[in-house]
């Protein structure tokens, strides 16, 4: 959202695309067990990871032992949280601040950082820098899901450092660190 001259959109209608990603996000999730079967079909594969991308949180209710989308992957793969550590953070960061990308945030998430952003920076909707908004919005969504990303983990799955995936180097020592996760659970 923000200055057209600079590519931004009244924030009435970035909240409109942002329902259109949520019911995306959600449907590609919930997807993903055809994918399962058909990486077994296709390729053989035997072993399948989906890397769902920081946004699952936003589209979940962690706490919820009856949320569609994590009851039904977790009926057919094991949640991994990656916990990255504060310098990893600040590097996701630095790298959204380079390329931002679209993401998809709560309703009442946005909606707060766009109030916050406005009245922080005494600016109008339409002189908003939509990437300055975005990196700045990005910064604090870091914070605003780690909490949702660690119940994810307690009621669905399991957390492993972003440190110890670092030393993975294959499908071998993977499967190690998740073994060695879930005897320590």
């Excluded at 550590?85 to 993401?103: C, D, G, I, Q, Y």
């Amino acid at each position: 959202p923000g200055d057209p001259a600079k590519g931004g959109l009244p924030f009435a209608e970035y909240q409109r695309r942002q329902q259109l990603h949520h019911d995306a996000e959600v449907a590609a999730l919930t997807d993903t067990t055809r994918f399962i079967d058909r990486a077994c079909d296709i390729y053989g594969y035997g072993n399948f990871v989906c890397d769902t991308g920081g946004s699952i949180c936003e589209v979940v209710d962690p706490d919820d032992a009856n949320d569609p989308v994590l009851s039904e992957l977790s009926e057919h793969l094991l949640m991994v949280w990656i916990e990255g550590s504060e310098a990893h953070t600040e590097e996701l960061v630095h790298r959204f601040k380079k390329a931002p990308k679209p993401m998809y945030y709560r309703p009442d998430f946005m909606s707060s950082s766009w109030q916050a952003y406005l009245d922080e920076r005494g600016v109008r909707e339409t002189e908003v820098d939509p990437d300055d908004f975005m990196a700045a919005t990005y910064a604090r969504a870091m914070a605003h899901r780690q909490p949702l990303y660690a119940a994810m983990a307690k009621n669905w799955g399991v957390t492993v450092k972003a440190d110890d995936v670092a030393h993975v180097r294959n499908a071998d020592d993977f499967t190690a660190l998740i073994a060695r996760t879930l005897e320590t659970r």
